[in-house]
């Protein structure tokens, strides 16, 4: 067992035998439900704080399914809150850049918010100058979902539902969405996804976390380390829309096979930077068959912490948080600067369904959309 391991675990184990339980159980399994306020509409929405064996904490509400807190130790068993938020319901209310969330049905831009299922034209909301942007105006971010608590022994756990109806933002379909959080014993924060539609639809889930490794607040993240498993991304118009091309990623900024420092090349006189403002890109990964594959590693270096995200999707969005701009107070007061977050959205690539080339983001009835993504913090050296 690590050191931090072993410290948190000792420590849990003197205030669970301060609390007249059995030593043997070991540090416990939690979900805490708490209310976390009240929509403009009057819907009730909760606060549900998991906790795993180690200590590492996440804690989500059912508005828009937003990870709101996620605390994970540092290499001296210190814990630090690595996503950026707010402490109220309210200020999440009044508008954000996607902290957290739950983002549907379709992750990143589908461009002029037009696409052609079965021959029949789709208009979706645009929320993006002339293009339609992670759901549109009212997209899964901003949706109270059904909460249930479907913890184990091993590992809390919270489902979230919720029915998109025939329509909603434009999209063709009822569509159920189901998602579940668990925090594993293993200091992972898992994501699945699924989908089932009673029309043909299109699909492309994800979560907008940003992270901050040295803590939420503490600084910009362009110290932080990164490798991204891709050869290959995909490039983008003035309009962050993908031209189609999978360019290959050698000679060029968007080469993070082997680690490097985000801000390493960030203002390096490149067209595709300047389009992205930094880093907004899909990455195309490096991938054999289906199922989970390592999707990237971040190391911040002061902190030792390391984050490794896993996915089942084919592409990864990687943005560097260069909108964010010092208007959002987040937690504890932190003001949240230019790149003071970076996000990995894993998913299909954007505006699949105008790129015939891309793989498809269809879903048709009887079939099942099914997604896991897994946010692992490894015990650090
Ligand atoms: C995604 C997009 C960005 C931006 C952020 C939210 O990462 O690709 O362009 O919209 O979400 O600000």
């Not at 105006?137 to 608590?149: E, H, Q, Y």
């Not at 309009?239 to 091309?245: A, F, N, R, Y």
Request: glycine share 12%; hydrophobic share 35%.
């Amino acid at each position: 067992m690590n050191r931090v391991c072993g410290l948190t675990t000792a420590f849990a184990l003197v205030l669970l035998a301060g609390c007249g339980q059995k030593k043997e159980s070991g540090a416990k399994v939690q979900m805490k439900k708490q209310p976390f306020g009240k929509t403009a509409d009057g819907q009730a929405v909760d606060l549900y704080t998991l906790t795993n064996p180690n200590g590492l904490e996440a804690a989500i509400t059912n508005y828009g399914g937003i990870v709101v807190r996620l605390k994970t130790p540092d290499r001296n068993g210190q814990l630090a809150d690595v996503v950026l938020g707010f402490d109220t319901l309210d200020d999440y209310l009044k508008g954000h850049p996607y902290f957290g969330a739950i983002i549907g049905r379709y992750g990143n831009r589908i461009a002029k918010g037009r696409f052609q299922l079965n021959g029949v034209e789709y208009k979706l909301a645009v929320n993006n100058g002339e293009n339609h942007l992670h759901g549109g105006l009212k997209g899964f971010d901003k949706v109270v979902w059904n909460a249930r608590d479907v913890s184990t022994a091993e590992a809390p756990a919270l489902e979230l539902t919720y029915t998109s109806k025939d329509g909603e933002e434009g999209y063709p379909g009822t569509l159920h969405v189901t998602v579940v959080y668990t925090l594993t014993p293993a200091n992972e924060l898992k994501i699945d996804y699924a989908a089932t539609t009673d029309k043909d639809t299109i699909v492309n889930l994800t979560n907008h976390s940003y992270f901050n490794l040295a803590g939420q607040g503490e600084g910009d993240i362009l110290g932080h380390e990164l490798m991204i498993n891709a050869s290959r991304f995909t490039p983008v118009d003035a309009g962050l829309i993908p031209t189609g091309e999978l360019r290959s990623v050698e000679g060029t900024p968007f080469d993070f096979r082997k680690p490097v420092a985000i801000g390493a090349r960030i203002n390096q006189d490149d067209q595709q930077l300047k389009y992205g403002n930094g880093y907004d890109h899909n990455f195309v990964l490096d991938r054999t068959g289906d199922g989970l594959v390592l999707a990237a590693r971040v190391t911040e270096p002061k902190s030792g912490r390391v984050m490794e995200v896993y996915t089942t999707e084919p592409g990864i969005q990687f943005y560097s948080g260069n909108f964010l701009d010092g208007s959002n107070k987040g937690k504890g007061g932190k003001i949240y600067q230019r790149r003071y977050g970076f996000c990995l959205e894993t998913q299909h690539f954007p505006d699949s369904p105008n790129k015939p080339n891309f793989p498809s983001t269809v879903l048709r009835p009887g079939a099942k959309y099914q997604s896991t993504t897994v946010y692992r913090f490894p015990p650090v050296k």
